[in-house]
Structures are given as C-alpha cells and as structure tokens.
C-alpha cells in the first residue's frame, strides 16, 4: 500500500478547533483556548476551545434535548444507516484522520495504516448491532394469567472521556454503542489530542447524525472532565484512562449513582515458555510492549521468561528492540515515535532511575534521545530491562513507555502466580507450542484478553475489559451494548 504524506498544514489548518455542541462548532463560553503539540518536534501544532463546566452544561443540555427529541424516533435501521455513513465517510478520509493522529500523538504512520481494518470496522460492527439488540419474553409464575416480556432500552446521555494514547480507534469505541443504542453523548476527548475527536464530529454531521446527538467538548480533564463525570444530567460515563482518575470518577459519578463503566490501565504479563517458538515470540512479544512506544494500555511490559532460554530471549528482545527505527511518525519507515509529552517522557525517565535504583540491568536502551534530528522531540531508546523481580516498582506500576521488564521463572505455576501477582488484569500473553501449557495458563490468568502465540490485537465483536484495577465493564462484543441499555420487565395480567 503506498502511504501518502502530507504537508503539516494542509492538515491541520481546515480542522476544527472549537466545540461541537448541538450541531454547530462554537468557542467556548469563557474564549479560553488551550495548545496541542507535536511530539516529535516539540512545536504547536494548533490552538483548541477549552471548555469548562459551563460548556458542559450546554453540552449535556443539548444531548438532553437530541435523546428525547428527533433522535428518540429514529428506528434502529435509520441508526444504522447513520453508522454506516459514518465508517464510509471514515475510509474515505482514512489518509487526514491517520496523519491527524500522528501529529498530535506522534503514532507512525504505518501502525495508523495497520489499524485501518479496527477504524472501519468499529462503526460497521456497531452497525450491524443496531438492528440486533432486543428483549425477550419469559415464563412468569404469579397467580392468574399473566405475559411478561423485556424491553431494552437506551440509558440516556452517556459522558465519555477518552485518553490520547489511539485518539481514532478510541473515539469510535465510544460512539458506536451511543448510535447503536439510541442513546446520546457528550464527549471529552483528551487535552494532549483532541483534533480527531473534532474531525470526526464533522464526519458525524455529514453522516446525518442528528444535532445535538454527538456533542464534543475537548479541554481540561479535572475540569470538563470532572463537570461532565458530576453533571446530575449524565446518566452514564464510559471513561478510558488510568486508574487515578478512574477513582476519581467513580467519585464524582455518586452524584446521581450513573452507571460506570472503567476502561483501565494495566501492567500485563507476556509468557515466553523454553517451548514456543522463538523468532515469533521474539517478534511477537517485542511488538507487544513496543508498539504505539508502549502506550497501549494493554501492552505486554513484564516479559516472564522460562529460565533455561531466559538469557537467550533477553538477547534477542534486546536486539529486536535495537533494530526497530525510532523516529518522526511521518516517516513511513519510522516503526517507533516519541511519546506523547514532556511529563510522559520525563516519567519514562524517572522510571528508568527507579529500577536501575533496584538493581536491573539495561540489556538495551534505557535512555532518552538527544541528540540529532529527534532531539527536539519526545524519544526515549526502546529498553529491556533485566535481572528485574516481580515486587521491583518497575515490574509492578505501568510506565507507558517503551519498557520492558525481563523476570525468570521456571515452573508452570510460578509462572501464573508471578502473572497474576499485580493489581492490575487487563492483558496477557503465552509462548508456547504446548498446547496443555497454553489452556492452562489461558485459564490461570486473571486477565480480561490472554493471547497465546500472538499479542495484542483487537476485534470489535471480541469483548475487551479489565479485571481488578484494570477497570469494570467490556468494549466490543454483544456485552458492550449491554453497559448501554436498561432492561424493562413488563408484567400483563391477560
Ligand atoms: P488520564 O487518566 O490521565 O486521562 C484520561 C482522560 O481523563 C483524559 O481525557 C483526561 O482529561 C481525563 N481526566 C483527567 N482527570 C480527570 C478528572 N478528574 N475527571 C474526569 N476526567 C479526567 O489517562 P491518560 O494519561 O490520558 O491515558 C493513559 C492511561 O489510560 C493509561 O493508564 C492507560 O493504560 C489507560 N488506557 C486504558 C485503555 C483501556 O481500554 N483499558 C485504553 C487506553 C488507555
């Protein structure tokens, strides 16, 4: 496939930059505007509305008016036709949204190509849910005679609040069960890139999704996000993001007891067995921590390595790590970016002291760039770390950078009870050509995705969640709608 790139301002100028509240792109109510970055340059990449608890009120009263109002009449097919226009309207700008997210993220251009399947595949999986969701009819044993039956209904005004780390893929996740379910929403995209978000307004309007219906308020996260997580009119949030602020919603969602749902972060173990096959778990693992410069929630970043291929695996992965080309995500051959900001780069960095602090060794990487063409961007070296154990800070807390933690083990068992020896359940992986070793670990993990022989991809009809601190709720699959929807019992005397 050949990958277009285009000059940075014939993106970025023509984009929205103000709020989407009831159809129209307005300025927020107090003028604020806040900046986005480049982070593989370092330089503004555009100045953004910043909307504040005000907006949201406006926000929340629009999607109010849109779920009681037209939108409530929209038969499922219609909803499904407005889905469908959207995904067609996605590929078709498939090249802009792709460079949207690579500029104001810093994702390669290729990982933007290679998730081009999920992007068009989200809002047609959701579509063809539209025309599916439904109740039943059910044996009822009270005196006399008596139908009862179920109906599903929309829950309401959903709050959904996004992180940066795949702006495209995650805002789709989360339109597509608010149009899918009749429902409404206010969404806060993250402060660091929200320019996706607001495209993909655009191409809601221009799909035919209704005004209000959508409505997108990017800015603050303890200030728009908190008001919209507070607001009495939300009757759902769906959050993404990291386990301090999934508290904090789970707080201020007391308010009027909304419906929560947590998509969280994790600290995912990734088992390479002395059996499995090692160039493809090299591979294969190696991807599983690198990919997105390990800011995927569920990235593989503590590598548990049987003992007799321990030093053998840990060469290899540190090669591999070597060989992947770091740079500007423009680059089509660019395989790994920078991180998203400063902070997240100085966090990376400070993780680095931690655990060379505990005793681990660098096998490779360990270091931020700069020097030469990224100096002025956020580059940390892919790193693998060894000689880690699994209570070391490192093995325990998610970095969300492009770390890997290298911890020995030598039996089955010790393998799940270091796996499972975390806070965290969102992800797992195994290396194996056993397939006993790789049933048993794919039961003996607690863990929301196991993968085995292959790391991290995702599908819209597989369901996708965490266990423990991970978070509550699954994305994908029938059961999403679920976390959408109110069931009514309907009880008739005949
Ligand atoms: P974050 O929690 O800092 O921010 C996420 C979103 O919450 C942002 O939009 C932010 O503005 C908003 N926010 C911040 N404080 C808030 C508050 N007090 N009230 C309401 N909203 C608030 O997370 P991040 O740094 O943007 O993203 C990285 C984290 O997200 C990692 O922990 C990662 O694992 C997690 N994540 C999880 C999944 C998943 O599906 N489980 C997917 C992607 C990322």
């Known amino acids: 496939m050949t990958i ?37 340059t370092g330089e503004m990449l555009a100045e953004v509305s910043e909307g504040g608890a005000a907006d949201i009120d406006l926000a929340v009263a629009a999607a ?29 700008h498939f090249e802009t949204l792709a460079h949207i997210d690579v500029l104001d993220m810093g994702a390669p251009i290729t990982s933007m190509y290679a998730r081009r399947q999920r992007a068009l595949g989200l809002p047609r999986f959701y579509a063809g849910m539209c025309t599916v969701i439904s109740g039943g009819t059910l044996p009822n044993s009270m005196p006399g005679e008596v139908f009862t039956y179920t109906l599903k209904e929309p829950v309401g005004v959903v709050g959904a609040i996004t992180p940066w780390n795949a702006p495209l893929t995650s805002t789709i996740w989360k339109i597509g069960p608010v149009l899918a379910t009749g429902c409404t929403m206010v969404l806060k995209p993250a402060e660091d890139a929200p320019l996706t978000a607001l495209r993909l307004g655009e191409l809601l309007l ?19 996000g908190d008001a919209l997580a507070r607001h009495m ?26 419906r929560v749902t947590l998509e969280l ?38 590598l548990l390595v049987q003992r007799p291929i321990y030093e053998e695996f840990v060469a290899r992965v540190s090669d591999y790590a070597k060989s992947l080309k770091v740079g500007n ?31 681990v060794t660098a096998a490779t990487g360990g270091k931020r760039i700069t020097e030469g063409a990224l100096k002025d961007g956020y580059f940390f070296e892919p790193t693998v770390l060894s000689g880690v154990t699994n209570d070391m800070r490192i093995a325990q807390e998610e970095i969300f950078g492009p770390v890997a933690a290298a911890i020995p083990f030598d ?75 109110e069931t009514k019992s309907v009880v008739m005397k005949l």
């Open 4 to 40: 277009n790139v285009n000059p940075i301002a014939d993106i970025i100028a023509p984009l929205p930059k103000q709020l989407l509240i009831d159809g129209k792109f307005v300025p927020s109510l107090s003028g604020k505007t806040f900046k986005t970055f480049n982070p593989a």
């Open 64 to 92: 109010r008016r849109a779920f009681t109002g037209p939108w409530s009449r929209f038969t499922p097919f219609q909803r499904q036709q407005c889905l469908l226009r959207f995904a067609d309207l996605v590929e078709k």
């Open 206 to 224: 221009e799909a035919g999704v209704p005004e209000g219906v959508v409505n997108i308020v990017p800015g603050f996260g303890h200030i728009a």
């Open 233 to 258: 009119d939300v009757d759902k949030v769906a959050f993404t993001g990291s386990d301090l602020t999934g508290r904090k919603i789970i707080e201020a969602s007391k308010s009027n007891i909304k």
């Open 265 to 302: 972060g994790g600290k995912s173990p990734d088992i390479i067995f002395a059996d499995c096959d090692m160039d493809a778990a090299v591979a294969g693992a190696g991807m599983g921590v690198f990919a997105n410069t390990g800011q995927i929630c569920c990235a593989g970043t503590r």
């Open 329 to 359: 995500g423009l680059d089509p051959a660019t395989q790994i970016g920078p991180v998203v900001n400063a902070k997240q780069l100085d966090r990376v960095a400070g993780y680095m002291e931690i655990g060379l602090g505990e005793g």
């Open 411 to 485: 039996t089955l068992e010790e393998a799940a009870a270091i796996a499972n020896d975390t806070v965290f359940g969102l992800g797992g992986g195994v290396w194996t050509t056993n397939v006993s070793t790789a049933h048993r670990m794919a039961k003996a993990i607690r863990a929301g995705t196991v993968w085995v022989n292959t790391y991290g991809g995702l599908d819209p009809a597989v369901p996708f969640g965490g266990y423990k601190t991970s978070g509550y709720g699954r994305e994908s699959g029938v059961e999403h709608l679920d976390a959408y929807l």
